[in-house]
């Protein structure tokens, strides 16, 4: 992990079998990228997965990932985040613990960063080469619990210049 984060478990491929979490990452991405592309894939196969538990002050900084797909579901979220040090005027709500997609630059009508404010529940999915990012949160000793994966689909579907 890119990160400065408590724990990160791997899940292994037999237990991502065994307890379903593999068939949904393929129905998931399936839909994704039809929705998407409006493209039929016809194979996924996940390269990785696994939780990471975050913690007050810890952090994941900006990267991105291996394969064609990515992900990000959101299993327990502490009561807040906290707040701002200083409240300074117009100042932009608090990003702690929030997921952060990045790209491209700043632009007319165009945000470079997408901020999500996690809900217990919620999944995203994103093509690997996306930076995202997550800034440390404060205020409580309650924890930040996410699931990840990185995956892979039909070649000739993710490869758009082939």
Same mark, same amino acid.
């Given at each position: 992990?890119?990160?400065?984060?408590?724990?990160?478990?791997?899940?292994?491929?037999?237990?991502?079998?065994?307890?379903?979490?593999?068939?949904?990452?393929?129905?998931? %991405?399936?839909?994704? %990228?039809?929705?998407?592309?409006?493209?039929?894939?016809?194979?996924?196969?996940?390269?990785? #997965?696994?939780? %990471?538990?975050?913690?007050?002050?810890?952090? =994941?900084?900006? +990267? $991105? +990932? =291996?394969?064609?797909? /990515?992900?990000?579901?959101?299993? *327990?979220?502490? *009561?807040?985040?906290?707040?701002?040090?200083?409240?300074?005027? !117009?100042?932009?709500? $608090?990003?702690?613990?929030?997921?952060?997609?990045?790209?491209? /630059?700043?632009?007319?009508?165009?945000? /470079?960063?997408?901020?999500?404010?996690?809900?217990?529940?919620?999944?995203?999915?994103?093509?690997?080469?996306?930076? +995202?990012? %997550?800034?440390?949160?404060?205020?409580?000793?309650?924890?930040?619990? #996410?699931? /990840?994966?990185?995956?892979?689909?039909?070649? *000739?579907?993710?490869?758009?210049? !082939?």
């Amino acid at each position: 992990l890119a990160g400065d984060v408590t724990q990160e478990f791997k899940i292994e491929t037999d237990i991502a079998k065994k307890s379903g979490w593999l068939d949904f990452l393929g129905q998931c %991405v399936f839909e994704y %990228v039809k929705l998407a592309s409006n493209k039929k894939i016809t194979k996924f196969n996940l390269i990785e #997965s696994w939780i %990471v538990r975050q913690f007050k002050n810890e952090y =994941n900084p900006a +990267h $991105y +990932h =291996n394969g064609h797909i /990515s992900g990000a579901g959101f299993l *327990k979220l502490p *009561k807040s985040f906290g707040k701002h040090i200083q409240q300074k005027g !117009g100042a932009k709500d $608090y990003l702690g613990g929030t997921l952060n997609l990045i790209h491209g /630059s700043r632009a007319f009508v165009s945000e /470079s960063i997408f901020t999500i404010k996690p809900e217990v529940g919620d999944f995203y999915f994103f093509p690997h080469y996306l930076m +995202h990012t %997550v800034y440390p949160f404060k205020g409580t000793d309650e924890e930040r619990r #996410s699931i /990840s994966f990185n995956g892979l689909i039909d070649n *000739k579907i993710f490869n758009i210049f !082939g």
